[in-house]
Nanobody, 117 residues
């Protein structure tokens, strides 16, 4: 059974920082591309950042220079360090795992991030 469990969300003032964590189980973590997505009420789910099995990273333009994605394969955990947070970063953040074989996507339950201005 695949499980992705996010933690680290919460309420923070604009300009502050948060670190999200996502611990995976039931998958060969090191072989998966891991990512963070976010979805605000009434909007589609958009990619925030991804990190490949080889450690290559990609970011949405809106978070470049402020957010950093990283992974610890030994702990089967992916992180999202979020700095200089803005009110428009307020969203539910979802962890994603995408397998190399079959391109299967797995999702966490989401964690709320609220940035107050």
């Amino acid at each position: 059974q695949v499980r992705l469990v996010e933690s680290g969300g919460g309420l923070v003032q604009a300009g502050g920082s948060l670190r999200l964590s996502c611990e995976a189980s039931g998958i060969i973590f090191s072989s998966n591309t891991m990512g963070w997505y976010r979805q605000a009420p009434g909007k589609q789910r958009d990619v925030v950042a991804t990190i490949s099995s080889g450690g290559f990273t990609n970011y949405a333009d809106s978070v470049k220079g402020r957010f950093t994605i990283s992974r610890d394969n030994a702990k089967k955990t992916v992180y999202l360090q979020m700095n200089s947070l803005k009110s428009e970063d307020t969203s539910v953040y979802y962890c994603n795992a995408r397998s190399q074989v079959g391109n299967v996507n797995y999702w966490g339950q989401g964690t709320q991030v609220t940035v107050s201005s």
